[in-house]
């Protein structure tokens, strides 16, 4: 397994780290995590790598094989088509809260990230800066839903979808109809309309999940 560049003081910080590496393929499915390697990375004692492992386990983001240990999860189109199953159902569900639980005013600055420059990143070929708009309004939504249960249950969905929703943003025609999904579930939301804003990021999850499924020899 490679080594971070920082090092994490802490199990939490390390769980975190590795988390983004698994998700973000920095660590692709299959590579094999020795605990040894990972206790060095992050110059944690072999019991804190231990549950660093476990968390990640039980997240399923790696899987333990005879004679391997512990490796990095592999993803499959199945596994990828159901989540964003599951994926539809709690963003509908986290949407809806946010929107009882604010006011239009706390929305302003994604309001101003949702504009102008939305487009321009995908004009520009800065899909970084594109998928990261999303993320931060997907963030958002699940602080102002207020609900720490769906919350976790949201991260774990995220973790194993993470570069699918990076790939399903780079296909034909994907990223243009979305910058409409996502402003109209915000202007949903703005006007204090949860039915709107959870049928509308409904819609958003059931197209990108249309065009995993047309595309899936790329997404995967």
């Given amino acids: 397994m490679p080594r971070p560049k920082r090092k994490a003081a802490t199990v939490e910080g390390a769980i975190a780290d590795m988390r983004k590496r698994i998700s973000s393929r920095a660590l692709s499915p299959g ?7 990972l206790a060095l990375a992050y110059d944690l004692p072999r019991a804190k790598a231990r549950e660093v ?11 333990r094989e005879p004679n391997k240990g512990a490796v ?12 964003y199953e599951v994926r539809e159902a709690l963003d509908g569900l986290a949407v809806r809260l946010a929107t009882l639980n604010s006011k239009p005013s706390d929305w302003d600055d994604i309001r101003e990230l949702f504009g102008p420059s939305f487009e321009e990143s995908l004009k520009a070929g800065d899909i970084d800066r594109h998928v990261a708009a999303i993320e931060t309004f997907r963030s958002r939504v699940t602080q102002a839903a207020r609900n720490p249960v769906l919350s976790d249950m949201i991260e774990r969905i995220y973790d194993r979808t993470r570069i699918t929703i990076r790939r399903v943003a780079l296909l034909p025609g994907r990223a243009a109809a979305g910058i409409l999904q996502y402003r109209a579930v915000l202007a949903a939301i703005m006007r204090g309309d949860a039915d709107e804003a959870e049928l509308r990021i409904r ?12 595309y899936k020899d790329y997404v995967i």
Avoid at 31 to 37: A, C, N, Q, V, W
Avoid at 72 to 83: E, G, H
Avoid at 203 to 214: G, K, Q, S, V, W
């Fill in 203 to 214: 819609e958003l999850n059931r197209d990108a999940r249309a065009y995993i499924e047309r």
């Fill in 53 to 63: 492992l476990a968390t990640l386990e039980d997240r399923s983001l790696i899987t």
């Fill in 72 to 83: 990095v999860a592999a993803v499959d189109m199945d596994t990828t088509y159901r989540l």
């Fill in 31 to 37: 590579t094999r995590i020795p605990e040894e390697d």
